[in-house]
């Protein structure tokens, strides 16, 4: 059973259509258009468990790639850029509230304007468990060194959204000076937990 026969084929198409270009594709408007957010949890369980082709209980990197496959077999693959997006919101969306997110990114838009206690309190993180904040940790962590690094930094308001702006050279080390409590260039899980909690 495939993900379509859930849906209108005209939706699907329509929704298929609207991301054609490579590097448009954005899960929200896509949910929309074919009709998926309005679906029942049980429909949208269906759905994940068509996506999961591993059965592994997640949607990996390889299966998001292929993801508007299980929509129409002609469709594009998604680009690496569009995969890491969707990746990274949707599991910033079991954490935070996408307004909240949507208000810290725009409370921070101007470059220079970012102010981590404020950025961590609007966007709902200052309030999480130490579990949750574990679990923002390692999506912030892209290359998965078990550290935050100045790199990573920079591109910090990218794991929220992508297309937010990179950090500039100044909020960076702003951002690095206070996270980093034992001085050796690097954000650790802990450091990041006492950090959000500032």
């Known amino acids: 059973m495939a993900v379509a026969s859930m849906l209108k084929e005209a939706d699907i198409k329509a929704a298929l259509e609207g991301c054609k270009a490579a590097d448009s594709f954005d899960h929200k408007k896509f949910f929309n258009a074919c009709g998926l957010s309005g679906k029942s949890s049980d429909e949208v369980k269906k759905a994940f468990a068509i996506i999961d082709q591993d059965n592994s209980g997640f949607i990996e990197e390889e299966e998001l790639t292929l993801f508007l496959q299980n929509f129409s077999a002609s469709a594009r693959a998604l680009t ?21 997110v949507a ?45 935050i690094e100045e790199e990573e930094l920079k591109l910090f308001l990218q794991t929220f959204k992508a297309g937010a702006r ?22 650790g899980a802990d450091e990041f937990a006492a950090l959000v909690k500032q």
């Open 80 to 100: 690496e850029k569009e995969t890491k997006a969707f990746l990274i919101e949707m599991a910033f969306a079991s954490l935070l509230k996408d307004a909240d």
């Open 103 to 147: 208000a810290a990114l725009e409370g921070c838009k101007a470059a220079d304007s970012f102010d981590h206690k404020k950025f961590f309190k609007t966007c709902g993180m200052a309030g999480k468990s130490a579990e949750d904040l574990k679990k923002a940790f390692l999506i912030i962590d892209q290359d998965n060194s078990g550290f």
């Open 166 to 187: 990179a950090l500039t050279d100044a909020e960076t080390k702003i951002l690095l000076k206070a996270g980093d409590s034992d001085g050796d260039g690097m954000i």
